[in-house]
């Protein structure tokens, strides 16, 4: 029993991780980013290339993966992606599904179609086990360590958000663009650090969900409807809201998958539906923001 | 011109209109050879039409009209398998069947913003698409096999070359997009299209907003299952690949590239859009996604109401 709720738990912490980004950007942007699960593959890809050609150690790898994508993100926003936060829904979600088939398409060229296997050091293999019987607790270390580094951040982004100048310039341009700008805040800056974090924390999140949710070159489509699902239920006012409905969608997958595993995934789907049609906007809607 | 005459003018069949689907409907005929495809694309021309329906002229976002082809597919499949193998009564069957499911689904898309609509629409085809996989019933991941079609009518066998199977699509995509276009010409249509426009006026002007998104929601579900009852029977299976999210993506792309909001859209989109994926896999056939997706994001970034107006193109905005 405890061992699903703990296994959830990573599960979520992960998804929150990749999906987070997702959320800022779609609060502050206003723009449906298809291609989220993209920048996340391409941090997975970073991981498993450095690892198995050039024997970097796992921990390297995590920052590095990090700052790829990080670097990606603000190269696109500034080239590609500016150009679209005007243009309607319809054309942003064109948009992003064609960058998806890009990525997922030229992966598949380079890398080849295979599922890629990430070799964790020794340190982080193994398992212990607390308690007995029915209360038992079966923690994979892995598992321990993406729980302890996702709550890092968590805590990290929340302190960032709440406590720091940037945080709350951020807060205003998600409230109202256009007063935070005339205020003299440089929305566009802000944007571009934004998006460029938020891609690096996907990269980040690939590279650590490699071992876990498994890497190959369609993980952006299979995985897509997921972050949609955090961003969807959790709100995009805050990071609570994603955080809690990563925590549930993580829970309920894996409790699903393991309890009924006919129909796992059909749980999750049921869910969203059902919250979705309770609260539109989802679990965690902030008044007085736009 | 008056006003009546004007509204009038846009029901009204213009001359290429009939030269077009005689055209079209000579095909089979004319390149034999190709009527598989030409099957394929009369499919696909009636399911984006049935998008075009909710998409382009009421303005809902949908990434999962795949469940309702599904549906069709799978009804029509069982249907012929189990109770009896004659396509127009399997045909009838399965559009009523996913016009009722889609009355039901029509509740999930009434409130919220565009990006709850898109995750409902995602969440019910996916769970369709779980729910033909487990099944016992539907075959599983193996698909529906075994599905023998009585001859059309009566008198007409379904060919191994498809050149009844053309026909037979075509015709019932005839049939559709003259209910279509009568519909979307009606004041019904206007109705729909000022729902599109502005929610808030429509509701003041008197529109009843939420009784006509149901309604043409369940219409178009309709239509739908009878493009997937269509493609079921011409091919004599039914698998998953017809709840693919791939799917519903790809249509979104072809009627995008027709033009949305104009029923013809759908027609030439599924043309270009058919012919063009056939050419592309022929030359790539693992990496044309690349290529589609390349189209994607440059028709996008050039702006899809230019790219249909070549003579936009140069010499800036207009």
């Known amino acids: 029993m405890l061992t699903i709720l703990f296994d959830g738990i990573a599960y979520g912490m992960l998804l929150f991780i990749l999906a987070v980004g997702l959320a800022v950007t779609m609060g502050l942007?206003?723009?449906?980013?298809?291609?989220?699960?993209?920048?996340?593959?391409?941090?997975?890809?970073?991981?498993?290339?450095?690892?198995?050609?050039?024997?970097?150690?796992?921990?390297?790898?995590?920052?590095?993966?990090?700052?790829?994508?990080?670097?990606?993100?603000?190269v696109l926003e500034r080239t590609l992606y500016r150009p679209m936060y005007k243009k309607s829904h319809l054309d942003q979600v064109l948009f992003s599904i064609g960058l998806t088939f890009?990525?997922?398409?030229?992966?598949?060229?380079?890398?080849?179609?295979?599922?890629?296997?990430?070799?964790?050091?020794?340190?982080?293999?193994?398992?212990?086990?607390?308690?007995?019987?029915s209360l038992m607790l079966g923690m994979g270390h892995y598992r321990l360590f993406i729980i302890a580094v996702c709550a890092a951040l968590t805590i990290a982004l929340q302190y960032i958000l709440t406590r720091t100048r940037f945080g709350s310039r951020l807060r205003a341009s998600v409230d109202d663009q256009r007063?935070?700008?005339?205020?003299?805040?440089?929305?566009?800056?802000?944007?571009?650090?934004?998006?460029?974090?938020?891609?690096?924390?996907?990269?980040?999140g690939g590279a650590l969900g490699a071992e876990v949710m498994g890497l190959d070159p369609s993980f952006p489509l299979k995985n897509m409807v997921y972050f949609l699902i955090v961003v969807a239920v959790g709100g995009t006012s805050s990071i609570t809201g994603p955080l809690l409905a990563a925590l549930l969608l993580g829970i309920a997958d894996v409790a699903g998958k393991y309890f009924i595993p006919n129909f796992g995934a059909f749980i999750v789907y049921f869910l969203m539906i059902v919250i979705l049609i309770w609260r539109p906007q989802g679990l965690f809607v902030r008044k007085g923001g736009k | 011109m008056n006003a009546q005459e004007s509204l009038h003018d846009s029901r009204r069949w213009k001359l290429w209109e009939p030269v077009f689907?005689?055209?079209?409907?000579?095909?089979?005929?004319?390149?034999?050879?190709?009527?598989?495809?030409?099957?394929?694309?009369?499919?696909?021309?009636?399911?984006?039409?049935?998008?075009?329906?909710?998409?382009?002229?009421?303005?809902?976002?949908?990434?999962?009209?795949?469940?309702?082809?599904?549906?069709?597919?799978?009804t029509a499949a069982l249907f012929a398998k189990h109770v009896m193998p004659d396509p127009l009564v399997?045909?009838?069957?399965?559009?009523?069947?996913?016009?009722?499911?889609?009355?039901?689904?029509?509740?999930?898309?009434?409130?919220?913003?565009?990006?709850?609509?898109?995750?409902?629409t995602i969440g019910v085809g996916l769970i369709m698409m779980e729910l033909a996989n487990k099944l016992d019933f539907t075959g599983g991941a193996d698909g529906l096999q075994g599905v023998i079609m009585g001859p059309l009518l009566g008198r007409f066998?379904?060919?191994?070359?498809?050149?009844?199977?053309?026909?037979?699509?075509?015709c019932v995509l005839l049939v559709f997009f003259i209910l279509a276009k009568r519909l979307v010409n009606s004041s019904f249509g206007a109705t729909l299209m000022a729902v599109r426009d502005n929610r808030l006026r429509a509701m003041a002007i008197g529109i009843p907003v939420t009784a006509r998104l149901a309604?043409?929601?369940?219409?178009?579900?309709?239509?739908?299952?009878?493009?997937?009852?269509?493609?079921?029977?011409?091919?004599?299976?039914?698998?998953?690949?017809?709840?693919?999210?791939?799917?519903?993506?790809?249509?979104?792309?072809?009627?995008?590239?027709?033009?949305?909001?104009?029923?013809?859209?759908?027609?030439?989109?599924?043309?270009?859009?058919?012919?063009?994926?056939?050419?592309?896999?022929?030359?790539?056939?693992?990496?044309?996604?690349?290529?589609?997706?390349?189209f994607?994001?440059?028709?996008?970034?050039?702006?899809?109401?230019r790219l249909i107006r070549p003579w936009t193109w140069f010499g800036g905005k207009k």
């Open chain 2, 90 to 120: 399997g045909l009838g069957v399965a559009i009523v069947l996913s016009t009722l499911f889609g009355a039901v689904c029509s509740l999930t898309i009434m409130r919220g913003t565009d990006l709850t609509r898109l995750m409902v």
């Open chain 1, 102 to 133: 890009m990525a997922v398409a030229a992966m598949d060229y380079f890398m080849g179609s295979s599922q890629q296997i990430v070799q964790l050091p020794e340190w982080l293999k193994g398992r212990t086990e607390l308690g007995d019987g």
């Open chain 2, 157 to 170: 066998e379904f060919d191994l070359q498809g050149q009844t199977a053309a026909w037979y699509s075509l």
């Open chain 2, 21 to 74: 689907w005689l055209l079209a409907l000579a095909t089979p005929f004319v390149l034999g050879s190709h009527a598989l495809i030409i099957n394929e694309i009369a499919i696909v021309a009636l399911f984006a039409v049935s998008l075009d329906l909710i998409l382009g002229y009421t303005g809902i976002v949908s990434l999962g009209h795949a469940a309702f082809f599904g549906m069709g597919a799978y």
């Open chain 2, 215 to 294: 309604v043409i929601y369940t219409i178009a579900a309709g239509v739908a299952g009878a493009a997937g009852a269509l493609l079921a029977q011409t091919t004599s299976f039914a698998s998953i690949d017809v709840f693919e999210f791939h799917r519903s993506a790809d249509l979104k792309l072809l009627l995008v590239i027709g033009g949305i909001g104009w029923l013809y859209g759908g027609v030439t989109g599924a043309i270009v859009f058919k012919v063009m994926q056939d050419w592309l896999s022929s030359i790539t056939p693992q990496y044309w996604t690349f290529w589609i997706g390349l």
């Open chain 1, 179 to 204: 007063v935070a700008a005339g205020l003299g805040i440089n929305v566009n800056v802000v944007f571009l650090a934004t998006f460029a974090v938020g891609s690096g924390l996907a990269g980040l």
């Open chain 2, 296 to 305: 994607l994001v440059v028709l996008v970034m050039v702006g899809r109401e």
């Open chain 1, 29 to 74: 942007m206003n723009f449906i980013n298809l291609a989220h699960g993209a920048f996340a593959m391409g941090g997975g890809y970073i991981t498993v290339v450095l690892m198995q050609r050039y024997d970097v150690p796992f921990l390297v790898c995590l920052p590095l993966a990090f700052l790829g994508m990080a670097l990606l993100g603000a």
